[in-house]
């Protein structure tokens, strides 16, 4: 079946303005993750829901990071006022229930703040 | 919170021979230790997990053992083979969700 859809894929900004990356879930998954990968380094927590709440928001780096979902399904993820080291490659992921199950990521969006 | 490293970065090694990487995390709560395969302008992929109560898996060509005492997880892959060439990710887990994962190994098959 469909795997976790991240759009857009690439995006370029112009630093100052905000961004908003989207992600869609495999259906049925009831957990969501977003995670931030930074030029050669691992992978950065940032948040996830359990439904459309955000037990857990203690990566977001800072206030202008912000994310929500809807309906149990579809995420976005906002960051505003960009900054040059907002950079980064910004991956969704979603599992069947927040535990025992294993995490399936998306390709990510990979974000250039200029 | 969990700090997980991870080596070497980089590792060459020729086609049919074995390659091993290695884990290291800080917190002995952990309990899940998943393994991930990203290839270029893809995600990462599982490949393996292993939970605290076990202390060897084996899946085909892939292996992870466990030592909970010296707080470390190794990857095995036998045989290797072109495709298995690729960026591989070890993470650590106390509560299911929130993963931490090492820097990377970029592994090359050379044929």
């Known amino acids: 079946g469909a795997g976790v859809s991240q759009s857009p894929s690439n995006k370029v900004t112009e630093k100052g303005k905000d961004v908003e990356l989207r992600c869609d879930p495999i259906?049925?998954?009831?957990?969501l993750y977003w995670y931030r990968q930074s030029l050669g380094q691992g992978l950065e927590f940032l948040i996830y829901?359990?439904?459309?709440?955000?037990?857990?928001k203690s990566g977001l780096p800072s206030d202008r990071f912000s994310a929500e979902r809807t309906g149990g399904s579809v995420s976005t993820l906002t960051i505003q006022r960009t900054q040059q080291e907002d950079s980064a490659v910004y991956l969704c992921?979603?599992?069947?229930?927040?535990?025992?199950?294993?995490?399936?990521f998306g390709n990510g969006t990979r974000l250039t703040v200029t | 919170g969990e700090n997980v490293e991870q080596h070497p970065s980089t590792l060459s090694v020729q086609e049919g021979d074995s390659a091993v990487i290695k884990c290291t995390y800080s917190?002995?709560?952990?309990?899940?230790f998943p393994w991930y395969k990203q290839e270029l302008g893809k995600g990462p992929q599982l490949i393996i997990d292993?939970?605290?109560?076990?202390g060897e898996k084996k899946d085909q060509r892939i292996a992870v053992t466990l030592n909970k005492t010296a707080k470390h997880f190794s990857l095995h892959i036998t045989e290797t083979q072109p495709e298995d060439s690729a960026v591989y990710f070890c993470?650590?887990?106390?509560?299911?969700?929130?993963?931490?994962f090492g820097a990377g190994t970029t592994v090359t098959v050379r044929a």
């Open positions: 992921a979603s599992s069947l229930d927040v535990s025992v199950s294993p995490l399936h």
């Open positions: 259906s049925g998954h009831t957990a």
């Open positions: 829901f359990q439904g459309n709440s955000a037990p857990d």
């Open positions: 917190d002995s709560a952990s309990n899940y």
């Open positions: 292993i939970r605290s109560n076990v």
């Open positions: 993470a650590a887990s106390l509560n299911d969700y929130k993963l931490s």
